[in-house]
């Protein structure tokens, strides 16, 4: 088709025709434009001839002297031309005899304008206008045509691209809001429970176990003469003994529904729920003879070579009633448990004890 010096038209491939991959901010400069603007004085010819080799042209942008007239988008082109005796009066005509009859208002943009402002604007025009070509100005005098059907697809997309990025940002706020909980759940040296999360689990069980009438058992377990081995060896390397303490009690528990705490200092405690005192007897051994394979040595220690612990043992059936047995209460069962401590301490240190029911 020959070429016409007063009108330039740029009709991309058909993939193009479709938004790209789109950012939040992405304005209307990164959508497909048509480039498609002839001179008011030219004849309605030249539209006709365009708009058949493309079906996808939304319209034309008419010019006069260089500097933007207007629009007529295809539709309204289409419209007039098919009224009675609409060839014979625009089509060797000047399209400015055209526009007189098909002028609108139309929706000027700058490039640079967001997507989504200018979907909003889009849809924010009357009802006849809705469908309305957008023309797009990318710098002084240089206009292009933006279709409306591409302009809400671009909207869509980066509607959704948002959705996406939200319901990431909220995941990823979800787990940090996680880890934060569980920081503060854990005691900062040896990585188990704390004290606080010690107190919430043992109420928590308690009252379970009352509901089944299972047993729940707790160890109170202390690093044998550890200012000694402060003293000795260093607060770093107190901090390492202890962190080989929480490790030799967290591999000698059983069940995931068992709880490594830090009770305080050099104390540590072990909830053992489901446990009788038989089962918390060989928890407590176990986690004896596991410390006492690290063979951390303790030198000056009275009660071995090495490090040890002393560990005390106490279980119950909880009551949510309180009655029934003599550790009606997490407290009591603390006191118990700490009692037997007390008792493996007098007896020589290294060494599993457990409580026996108060008089």
């Known amino acids: 088709m020959p070429s ?9 491939p058909m993939w193009e025709t479709f938004p790209p991959n789109l950012l939040l901010d992405s304005t209307l400069e990164h959508l497909s434009l048509w480039d498609f603007q002839v001179e008011s004085s030219d004849r309605g010819q030249i539209v006709t001839e365009r708009l058949e080799a493309n079906p996808l042209i939304p319209g034309v942008i008419l010019t006069e002297g260089g500097k933007l007239l207007g629009m007529i988008s295809r539709r309204r082109f289409l419209e007039y031309l098919s009224r009675p005796y609409g060839l ?43 469908y309305e070509p957008i023309v797009v100005e990318l710098s002084p005098h240089n206009y292009r045509l933006l279709d409306v059907h591409e302009l809400l697809i671009a909207q869509s997309q980066i509607h959704a691209l948002a959705t996406q990025l939200l319901n990431q940002a909220y995941q990823e706020l979800d787990e940090v809001y996680k880890q934060l909980q569980r920081q503060a759940c854990l005691d900062g040296l040896t990585q188990v429970a704390n004290r606080r999360r010690f107190d919430e689990y043992l109420r928590q069980e308690w009252l379970q176990m009352a509901r089944v009438r299972s047993p729940l058992a707790l160890i109170m377990a202390d690093v044998d003469y550890f200012k000694l081995y402060n003293d ?29 705490a830090r009770y305080g200092g050099e104390e540590f405690a072990i909830v053992l729920p489901n446990t009788d005192a038989s089962a918390a007897l060989l928890v407590g051994e176990d986690i004896r003879s596991r410390l006492k394979a690290m063979a951390i040595a303790h030198q000056g220690s009275p009660a071995c070579e090495c490090v040890s612990l002393s560990l005390g043992v106490a279980c119950t059936v909880p009551d949510d009633e309180n009655g029934g047995s003599y550790l009606c209460s997490p407290e009591k069962l603390i006191a118990a448990a700490d009692c037997a401590l007390y008792q493996a301490k007098k007896q020589g240190r290294d060494r599993v004890v457990l409580s026996l029911p108060w008089s």
């Open 88 to 130: 014979e009066l625009f089509l060797k005509r000047p399209l400015k005899s055209l526009y007189r009859f098909a002028c609108r208002d139309i929706l000027l943009l700058r490039g640079d304008s967001l997507i989504v402002d200018a979907a909003r604007q889009s849809l924010d025009r009357s009802p006849e206008l809705l």
């Open 232 to 260: 000795t060896y260093g607060h770093q390397q107190g901090d390492d003994c202890l962190k080989a303490v929480a490790l030799a009690i967290t591999q000698a528990t059983r069940s995931p529904s068992d709880l490594v």
């Open 4 to 12: 016409l010096p007063s009108a330039q038209l740029s009709v991309p």
